[in-house]
């Protein structure tokens, strides 16, 4: 994606929440929206500096709190308790190793069969939840563990 167009579509997704956009909220944005990426604080910091990024850590702990707050990441803790983020826009679920800690994303579009809307109906109507962000974990052993 240019450069430019990707700016604009960073943009109008804070603004869709209220946000303003700023260099380190498009930043952090840009950086979570991918397959397989969900680091702590440290790591996101860590992977940003690695890009040639200046922004301070603190920084990045405001932002993700900013933009968590907003619905446009996704906070969650790890097998070990660590607080992770995850910015994927594309629906998909989640797969936690339980010997390595490998957390894998797993697209609803590519497993069209495997559908959480029956689990989002049954606990809407028996249990009077409103179930917005049907998403799931699973757990157990990745290929390399087994
Ligand atoms: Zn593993
Ligand atoms: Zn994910």
Redesign the pocket.
Known sequence: MAKTKEREVYRGRLKGVGLRHTLPRERILAYLDRKNIHPTPEELYQGLKKKGYAIGLSTVYLNLQVLRDAGLLWEFKDQQGNTRYDGFTEKHHHLF?L??G?IEDILTKDLPEFNAEPIQKAIESRMGWFVEDPRLELRG??P??Q
């Open positions: 190793c010997n390595c490998k052993f990745c390399d563990c």
